[in-house]
């Protein structure tokens, strides 16, 4: 299959215009980001230099949030406690196919929004690649965020054959298909952590956002209702004509959305960090790591 990607620009129809949802997780998740935030920063006594990742940025003005919220929070904190404000290293990653461009205009702005004048101390750079593989130099991160990503898997699970009219899962189902995402979301989530773990400063910290779900059942109704509405639209565009029968019982999405007892499992049978802070809010779960 192709690489997925969010629609680029500043269009209508580009994520940029249409990730509201994904502002409000962020604003949902700012005090414990913050609150990561401060205590890295006094667990490694206040380096001159931080160096801080945000996996999975797309695009749009959304990419900055955290960021301008993480940048501030280093500022605020070095003033507060009498030392120089350090460097900051600002990297935002996501796939190759994601628009940088259209970030990288809104770099001024970002720096203008900034509440102390910093624009010679906070530096912005793009890391292009998969966050399922080594992005960065081996101990080189201080802080890494990832928000409304993670669900996303690197690939479409195998054994996915009999699952042809539907683009994921869907009760009644087959075991061995809620078995296949499963297991791919446990593969590709350890190889996150164990990539991270890797890049990531003794002390340092990780804050992770994602799409999960209340119910131990994987195959409960509200698990993939919005997705079964995909299928039936596909469905009736099959019966029109306008898309083929073969592309549909092809196409299954590379998404998965953990309940809280999956997602603890890979992080502690990984064993690289361990949890500081877990909530599940409205089927969102956030994670605050410490390596």
Same mark, same amino acid.
């Given at each position: 299959?192709?690489? /997925? ?26 005090? #414990? ?15 001159? *230099? ?48 994601? @628009? =940088?461009?259209?970030?990288?205009? %809104? ?6 929004? !900034?509440?102390?004048?910093? +624009?010679?101390? *906070? ?25 409304? *990503?993670?669900?996303? %898997?690197? +690939?479409?699970? @195998? ?9 994921? !899962? ?8 809620? #078995? ?29 956002? !994602? ?11 509200? *698990? ?7 299928? @039936?639209?596909? /469905?009736?565009?099959?019966? #029109? ?9 092809? =196409?299954? !999405? ?13 992080? @502690? ?23």
């Amino acid at each position: 299959m192709g690489v /997925l990607s969010m629609k680029g620009g500043d269009g209508e129809h580009s994520y940029a215009n249409n990730s509201e949802a994904q502002k409000s997780i962020t604003s949902d998740a700012k005090p #414990e980001v913050v609150k990561s935030v401060n205590e890295m920063i006094v667990k490694m006594d206040f380096p001159g *230099c931080i160096k801080v990742a945000d996996l999975g940025c797309s695009s749009g003005e959304n990419t900055f949030l955290v960021m301008s919220e993480i940048v501030n929070t280093i500022i605020t904190t070095y003033q507060q406690k009498g030392q120089n404000p350090p460097e900051i290293d600002c990297c935002l990653n996501d796939l190759p196919d994601n @628009d =940088f461009n259209t970030t990288f205009k %809104l770099i001024p702005s970002f720096h203008e929004k !900034l509440k102390m004048n910093v +624009k010679g101390k *906070c530096f912005v750079s793009g890391s292009p690649g998969s966050f399922y593989t080594r992005l960065f130099p081996s101990k080189s991160l201080h802080f890494v965020h990832s928000s409304f *990503c993670l669900h996303w %898997l690197s +690939k479409v699970p @195998d054994g996915l054959e009999e699952n042809k009219k539907n683009v994921y !899962l869907r009760s009644p189902c087959p075991q061995n298909l809620y #078995e296949s995402y499963l297991n791919q979301f446990k593969k590709d989530f350890s190889m996150f952590i164990r990539m991270r773990a890797e890049e990531t400063m003794p002390n340092g910290r990780m804050a992770l956002t !994602l799409v999960g779900r209340k119910t131990l059942d994987p195959l409960s109704k509200d *698990c993939f209702k919005d997705w079964s509405l995909v299928s @039936d639209s596909l /469905l009736d565009l099959v019966s #029109e004509g306008v898309v083929k029968e073969s592309d549909l019982e092809s =196409f299954n !999405l590379p998404y998965y959305n953990p309940d809280e007892s999956e997602v603890k499992e890979v992080i @502690d049978n990984e064993g690289s960090f361990e949890i500081n802070t877990f909530e599940t809010i409205f089927g969102l779960l956030f994670v605050q790591n410490w390596s």
